[in-house]
């Protein structure tokens, strides 16, 4: 810890005597994690997307942007908010890791050592990992998604695309807000507020906080308990210094706790389409309690120094988070009646990760023919995943094999240390004041190390030779040391003076890796290939009637080479994890913002997309497939899980005023996707998620000032009982086949309070 401590303040220190030997220097653009929105125009949304201040609709890349106001209105608390404002975007829900995919693509949540196709990053920081991104996800001041390959100037394994999360920063005046809810149908509270403004001429801070203790929305009848039942603290302090206008530095540290208890998984037959219910039974198994356990730290320093007409930008990062997972599964038999067995399969996955990173980038002025970017960035992380899997078969009969019962338990540690650095630029040449031709370039090196080993710590190892789901017990050792080059080229048009027209090509990476919780892996089986994406797009962005309209659309190709894949297997219930040769996503995306009258606007957002595997020899079977073997199998022309063909939502917000003092504000949100396969092998019968609309409606009352609100918030307002994955487990793991399906959050709805002073 002290080690990282010294690395964090390094990057201070470099920058501050930069400032020191500086004092005539010009003043500075504005730092580019602080912008929000263009005060000429409250339509126009600025961003940071490529490392600059911009306005969204001068920026050449398919992307959404959703304020923090508007994630507060619906008391966001993780990232799945967000598939609710940004088409071709999908967070797949499991008990281990939430996955994001953008247009089809991103890196399955079995095996947990995989870096994510779709990163995230919060404040300049990357978080490769879930459990990285606990806190986050409040007080912020906006969430922006880029789709395709972001190699070239975010870097780190965005082969898919990036989400960018900036929190709120310190304000010039003093205020703060205190916000209550309670929520009826979860049976508990949230509370959120901040309190931000200057504490001398040179210093500003923002304190804010959430806390959440609610129950969940499935009764498990073993314990009598609603479950997931959620307890989290969550805590962040950011300090803002400006000791000239040639330098400012801004200091973050996120504090999360966040206790799940009691899981999400439900049972269903496998000879029909998914029928979810909303009761469970499931007792407390022999690992402990089912849920989740997870501390995060994040701390981050932002550095900005004029040099000249220059920017030079420091971004300086720790990250570290411990996590315990605890699943079971849910033992209700399906159509029994609500009959159970006794008998049941449940894991523990304690993680412990920690991840210094450093970025520095230097800034040109702009409004010059030629602007650029450059910049370097390295990080070094540790991560330690183990794993416990236990059986407690009390009635498993396997005729002529084995007769019960059989309690077993097998333990495996997983270890890897990472280290990467880059170096990238980016140019613009304004060829006229309408034309700009831009190039980017990122060069990553990264080196891993990690191994495998697992033990039996009781029971035999199969039964009586038979290795029903304990797998021969292995280790493995591997080292990568590879290279990866991410190019872009784009050309961008301005048609007319608010009218945009944009193609772009590039190439994204994402670093090979091990497996790193699959039991029987050996040095054979142990380490997959890097995967390449490349990307062609073309876009209009587009500000119609003195920006009463703002619509913009998109076309796009993107091909990925070695996609990285896990997919689950029933018949051995494991997971085989390595590379597709090939898959192609291509599609269109738009988007239309419209402001009719004064406090009214409706915006609309949609894609289509078509995505497939063009080869992929040596796949796991699909449930189509009769006769198959994974040795003979090629997936080429199959579709790829997770993906819907229509993606899309509607948000419309009016403001009425109820007198010279009062203020009804109603918003609703309608989002929706098409059908989709929900489960690993694509089972046509209990691995299909039917196409659906979640409609959220808020209505609030207020005063003109804002200085205090009460509103009514619905959440899924047609219960619509949605799946976020599916799987088979198969006998003899329970003595009645099932389909486990990991059910979303079903209607709530909830009051809220708050003031704002």
Request: with cysteine.
């Amino acid at each position: 810890m002290k080690a990282h401590n010294q690395f964090l303040l390094s990057g201070v220190a470099a920058i501050a005597m930069l400032a020191n030997a500086a004092p005539a220097m010009a003043q500075a653009a504005a730092p580019a994690d602080a912008a929000e929105v263009d005060d000429s125009n409250s339509n126009e949304i600025i961003v940071t997307a490529q490392k600059r201040e911009q306005n969204l609709q001068n920026v050449p890349i398919s992307m959404e942007v959703v304020s923090g106001a508007k994630l507060a209105e619906f008391n966001t608390s993780d990232i799945k908010a967000v598939m609710n404002y940004t088409p071709n975007v999908f967070v797949q829900s499991t008990a281990g890791n939430d996955v994001i995919y953008i247009r089809g693509f991103g890196s399955p949540p079995a095996n947990f050592a995989f870096d994510q196709s779709v990163s995230l990053y919060v404040d300049g920081i990357y978080a490769g990992r879930n459990r990285q991104a606990q806190a986050p996800f409040f007080d912020l001041a906006r969430v922006e998604v880029l789709r395709g390959p972001q190699g070239a100037l975010f870097g780190k394994n965005t082969a898919a695309g990036a989400v960018s999360v900036v929190s709120a920063g310190p304000t010039k005046d003093f205020e703060g807000a205190i916000t209550g809810l309670y929520n009826f149908d979860h049976k508990g509270t949230d509370f959120s507020g901040y309190l931000s403004g200057p504490i001398s001429d040179t210093l500003g801070a923002r304190l804010a906080y959430k806390i959440v203790n609610q129950d969940g929305y499935i009764y498990n009848r073993a314990t009598d308990h609603d479950d997931p039942e959620i307890k989290s603290q969550l805590l962040r302090l950011t300090l803002k210094w400006e000791p000239s206008a040639n330098f400012d530095y801004t200091a973050k540290v996120e504090y999360g706790n966040r206790e799940v208890n009691g899981g999400i998984t439900v049972s269903s037959p496998l000879t029909s389409g998914q029928d979810p219910q909303t009761t469970r039974y499931l007792e407390r198994s022999a690992l402990g309690d089912e849920g989740n356990d997870n501390k995060s730290v994040m701390i981050s320093g932002v550095g900005n120094l004029a040099l000249g007409d220059f920017t030079l930008t420091s971004v300086t990062g720790y990250s570290w988070f411990k996590s315990k997972i605890i699943n079971g599964f849910d033992q209700t038999i399906p159509n029994s009646g609500g009959a159970f067995t006794a008998n049941s399969v449940y894991n523990a996955f304690p993680e412990r990760f920690d991840q210094v990173s450093q970025e520095i980038r230097i800034l040109s002025p702009t409004g010059k023919t030629f602007e650029f970017i450059v910049g370097a960035y390295y990080d070094k992380s540790n991560y330690t995943l183990e794993q416990y899997q236990g059986f407690n078969l009390p009635s498993l009969t396997i005729p002529g094999v084995f007769a019960g019962p059989y309690f077993g338990r097998i333990d495996s540690v997983f270890n890897q240390e990472a280290e990467s650095w880059s170096v990238f630029g980016q140019g613009t040449f304004n060829v006229t004041d309408a034309f700009r031709a831009i190039g980017s370039l990122r060069y990553s090196h990264t080196k891993k190390e990690g191994d495998f080993a697992a033990r039996l710590v009781y029971g035999t190892n199969g039964l009586n030779g038979q290795p029903f789901a304990l797998r021969p017990i292995s280790s493995a050792v591997g080292k990568i040391s590879e290279g990866n080059v991410d190019p872009s080229v784009t050309l961008q048009y301005d048609i007319a003076p608010r009218i945009m027209i944009y193609g772009t090509w590039g190439r994204g990476s994402k670093s090979g890796g091990f497996v790193s919780n699959t039991l029987g892996t050996t040095n054979a089986t142990f380490t997959f290939e890097p995967e390449r994406s490349e990307n062609f797009e073309a876009g209009v962005k587009s500000t119609l009637f003195d920006g009463k309209v703002v619509a913009n659309v998109s076309l796009y190709h993107t091909k990925f080479k070695d996609l990285q894949v896990s997919v689950y297997q029933p018949a051995t219930s494991s997971y085989l994890t390595g590379n597709a040769a090939a898959a192609t996503s291509k599609g269109i995306e738009g988007s239309l913002s419209i402001y009719p009258i004064e406090n009214f606007d409706i915006s609309a957002s949609a894609a289509y997309s078509d995505i497939k595997y063009d080869d992929y020899p040596g796949a796991a079977c699909l449930a189509s497939q009769v006769g198959c073997t994974p040795a003979t199998n090629n997936l080429a022309g199959y579709p790829v899980a997770y993906s819907s063909k229509w993606t899309g939502s509607v948000t419309a917000h009016a403001r009425f005023d109820m007198s010279e003092d009062l203020k009804l504000d109603i918003t609703g949100v309608a989002a929706g996707r098409s059908k989709y396969f929900n489960s690993d092998n694509q089972s046509p019968i209990f691995g299909v998620q039917d196409g659906y609309v979640k409609l959220d409606l808020r209505v609030q009352l207020a005063d003109r000032d804002n200085s205090w609100h009460l509103a009514l918030v619905g959440k899924n307002l047609t219960n619509q009982k949605t799946i976020g994955s599916a799987f088979n487990l198969p006998f003899p793991i329970t003595p009645v086949p099932r389909a486990i399906l990991y059910l979303e959050p079903t209607r709530n709805i909830s009051v809220e309070a708050g003031i704002k002073f």
